[in-house]
């Protein structure tokens, strides 16, 4: 995926958590998980109408693949699979890329439920961030989380994340308008720890 975005494509990596670009022999990979987290993922995305093998089977995937890799070309994107111990386990894009006065990017993410709590995605989100706030010349990073999404609020609290905003019927999901808590975090809270990575490092600790 080559593009116009600063710092992109990247690898990223600390110890068994690697976050690389999507590979287009990834399809398989990205459907098995995808399919096997089903009850656990689909609750909270926002997704197309239809039965959720079709929207992540194999062949659904190559359209997902195109997408990113033109999104990533125009420099609105940075879209990661998240790898742990070598097995595709997620997926971590900083979107809707905003640069001049702004420098902004919102960060999403997901994980395979059978690796959660063991620290992959907030190490992922600390990895990406950090990216962000130095090739990618970003500002500012946004996530925005249903209230009632606790795995995913954790993950945004354990990092430092300010929250700072509550968004009324922000999202279509799951068959209505869903209400969203916005999380901020920008380039100066954290230069004076070294990065996300090192304040993440000093959490676990």
Do not use: C
Not at 17 to 22: D, E, H, T
Not at 45 to 61: F, I
Not at 128 to 141: C, E, Q
């Amino acid at each position: 995926m080559l593009g116009s975005t600063p710092g992109w494509p990247a690898v990223l990596a600390d110890g068994p958590v690697v976050l690389r670009p999507y590979k287009r022999s990834d399809g398989r990979a990205w459907s098995d998980v995808r399919i096997a987290n089903q009850k656990w993922l689909a609750p909270w995305e926002s997704a197309p109408p239809g039965p959720w093998s079709e929207m992540n089977s194999t062949r659904a995937y190559g359209y997902v693949y195109q997408d990113m890799r033109r999104s990533a070309r125009r420099g609105e994107s940075m879209p990661f699979a998240v790898l742990f111990q070598d097995r595709l386990v997620g997926h971590l894009n900083l979107g809707n890329i905003v640069r001049r006065a702004f420098s902004s990017a919102y960060a999403g993410y997901w994980v395979d439920h059978r690796v959660a709590g063991q620290g992959v995605i907030p190490t992922a989100l600390a990895l990406a961030v950090d990216h962000a706030f130095g090739p990618g010349g970003l500002h500012r990073i946004e996530v925005n989380i249903r209230p009632e999404n606790r795995p995913s609020r954790r993950v945004v609290e354990k990092l430092g994340f300010r929250e700072e905003a509550y968004h009324q019927r922000y999202m279509h999901i799951d068959g209505t308008w869903r209400d969203h808590l916005g999380y901020a975090l920008t380039s100066e809270e954290v230069a004076a720890e070294g990065g996300l990575m090192a304040r993440w490092r000093r959490v676990r600790a």
